[in-house]
Antibody, heavy 121, light 107 residues
Framework: EVRLLESGGGVVQPAGSLRLSCAAS????????MTWVRQAPGKGLEWVSS????????YYADSVKGRFTISRDNSQNTLYLQVNSLRAEDTAVYYC??????????????WGQGTLVTVSS | DIQMTQSPSSLSASVGDRVTITCRAS??????LAWYQQKAGKVPKLLIY???TLQSGVPSRFSGSGSGTDFTLTISSLQPEDVATYYC?????????FGPGTKVDIK
């Protein structure tokens, strides 16, 4: 059974940083691209970032480019999102999603339960 | 960047009704389109990919069609468990934009 478990969210002050993690199980992480998607309270889904299976390619939404960094450790079956210079508008539930294909630009067949990031002073 | 729009933004229909949701891309995305269902307080669930391929385990009352810029998600006979918000998503290139969502409830 595919499982994705996010962690690392919390309350952080503006300009602060967090490192989100997503522990994957039930499939071979090294065979799939992975993605972070976020959802602000009461709002729709927003794609944040994707990474190819071997970390060769990374992609970012303009809204987070230069502030967020996606990475992965296939040996540890873990996906990461380093979020820096946080703003109030980054407040959201952050989901990791298993991405069909290896290159990073595809649809998402499994989602984690999400981790909440709240940016507030 | 390619923009994704959905219509309507919300709808209310009776059990057993045929429901159609439209998703439009501002440029040709061929058939690189997926549909997701998100029930209140739950995680999004993949329904359809490549515009018309039903994900395993999804009831056959769901179907998708379209290519290029215009796509539809159809629920052939609305059921109470279909109350949710539905999102389209393009994946032909980055950014992997979602539509704004269509909220479906029961009349």
């Amino acid at each position: 059974e595919v499982r994705l478990l996010e962690s690392g969210g919390g309350v952080v002050q503006p300009a602060g940083s967090l490192r989100l993690s997503c522990a994957a199980s039930g499939f071979s992480l090294s065979n799939y691209a992975m993605t972070w998607v976020r959802q602000a309270p009461g709002k729709g889904l927003e794609w944040v970032s994707s990474i190819s299976s071997g970390s060769v390619s990374t992609y970012y939404a303009d809204s987070v480019k230069g502030r967020f960094t996606i990475s992965r450790d296939n040996s540890q079956n873990t996906l990461y999102l380093q979020v820096n210079s946080l703003r109030a508008e980054d407040t959201a539930v952050y989901y990791c999603a298993k991405t069909m294909g290896r290159n990073g630009l595809y649809y998402f067949d499994y989602w984690g339960q999400g981790t909440l990031v709240t940016v507030s002073s | 960047d390619i923009q994704m729009t959905q219509s309507p933004s919300s709808l209310s229909a009776s059990v057993g009704d045929r429901v159609t949701i439209t998703c439009r891309a501002s440029q040709d995305i061929r058939n690189y389109l997926a549909w997701y269902q998100q029930k209140a307080g739950k995680v999004p669930k993949l329904l359809i990919y490549v515009a018309s391929t039903l994900q395993s385990g999804v009831p056959s009352r769901f179907s998708g069609s379209g290519s290029g810029t215009d796509f539809t998600l159809t629920i052939s006979s609305l059921q109470p468990e279909d109350v949710a918000t539905y999102y389209c998503q393009k994946y032909n290139s980055a950014p992997l934009t979602f539509g704004p969502g269509t909220k479906v409830d029961i009349k």
